[in-house]
């Protein structure tokens, strides 16, 4: 009788072992499908830095060559200005 009480507990606690075995397996395979999508998401948000950033960049170097056309602008002018100036001056002297 008491081999009968023990083979059941034995049985109980190898029953109760498979299921929390295939308890934890499901907790591994859910867990994993969500390291999965945060993986996803993490490399989705890391492309869209890496695009802003090279949006910046290149914003930054288009007003770099405006800031140069404007400065060799401002020189053309001076010296057109400058130009017309002398021949004015040498006209009336």
């Not at 109760?16 to 390291?35: A, G, H």
């Not at 869209?48 to 950033?53: G, H």
């Amino acid at each position: 009788m008491e081999d009968y009480a023990f083979e059941n507990d034995v049985i109980k606690l190898e029953h109760e072992l498979n299921k929390l075995k295939e308890t934890n397996k499901q907790e591994k395979q859910d867990m994993q499908i969500r390291i999965d999508k945060l993986a996803d998401k993490l490399t989705s948000s890391l492309e869209n830095r890496n695009k802003l950033i090279q949006e910046r960049y290149d914003l930054l170097n288009y007003i770099r060559s405006l800031e140069r056309q404007r400065n060799i602008l401002l020189i053309i002018i001076t010296t057109i200005v400058l130009s017309f100036l002398i021949v004015i001056g040498f006209t009336l002297f």
